[in-house]
């Protein structure tokens, strides 16, 4: 099973409402990613898990949160998003966050903030 | 830290031609170099990769050559297939987790 499944598809909020998105690997990765990516742009790295500890946080504005539970799931909370952070938000895991793993990408979620 | 450049931007072949999309890199300590294909409503997804010690390596239509003396590195489609169109992204070696990814390329493969 080499998939990174990721949940909703689609999100549309409002700027006050409290929503998250959800990522899961069963391929036994011990680090986890989130990008940000915009229409025609490459993905941009936001935050990094390894071993269940954020190892990387790309100076991302607060009203994003990511968690992770255990070495399998990977959450990112959003709370009070302006519309500039409507993107599609993407998962990735990697064997253990050395420079030469491979990242496995889920098919991210496309966020829409009214 | 790491600068990818990624050339052309987009790319529009016959079927049946070859495309190739090259990216150069600024660390010349990087020593990991994947490709991405990223189709409309996707993910992207990793179609060939290629680490500092080989110059070249194939996967049927798919091929990536290294050049570390120049550090560039290019990815080889032949004989393209209208399911080629995507957007490809090449990426420099992570450092401490960070990818560096290119602008991307479009390909538009035309039946």
């Known amino acids: 099973d080499t998939e990174v499944t990721q949940t909703p598809k689609h999100l549309v909020m409002g700027m006050t409402n409290k929503k998250s998105l959800k990522c899961e690997q069963h391929?036994?990765?011990?680090?986890m990613y989130w990008y940000k990516q915009k229409a025609k742009k490459p993905p941009e790295l936001m935050f990094v898990y390894s071993y269940e500890k954020l190892s990387i946080n790309e100076s991302v504005p607060s009203r994003f949160s990511p968690e992770c539970p255990n070495s399998s799931l990977l959450n990112l909370h959003l709370h009070a998003l302006q519309p500039e952070d409507s993107a599609l938000y993407l998962c990735?895991?990697?064997?253990?966050?050395?420079?030469?793993?491979?990242?496995?990408f889920g098919p991210g979620t496309r966020l829409t903030v009214l | 830290g790491e600068n990818v450049e990624q050339h052309p931007s987009t790319l529009s072949v016959q079927e049946g031609d070859s495309a190739v999309i090259k990216c150069t890199y600024s660390d010349s300590a990087s020593n990991y170099f994947p490709w991405y294909k990223q189709e409309l409503g996707k993910g992207p997804q990793l179609i060939i990769d290629?680490?500092?010690?080989?110059g070249e390596k194939k996967d049927q239509r798919i091929a990536v050559t290294l050049n570390k003396t120049a550090k560039h590195f290019s990815l080889h489609i032949t004989e393209t297939q209208p399911e080629d169109s995507a957007v490809y992204f090449c990426?420099?070696?992570?450092?401490?987790?960070?990818?560096?990814f290119g602008d991307g390329t479009t390909l538009t493969v035309k039946p």
């Open positions: 990735a895991s990697s064997q253990a966050g050395h420079d030469t793993d491979t990242q496995y």
């Open positions: 290629i680490r500092s010690n080989v």
């Open positions: 391929m036994g990765h011990r680090a």
């Open positions: 990426a420099a070696p992570p450092n401490a987790g960070k990818s560096t």
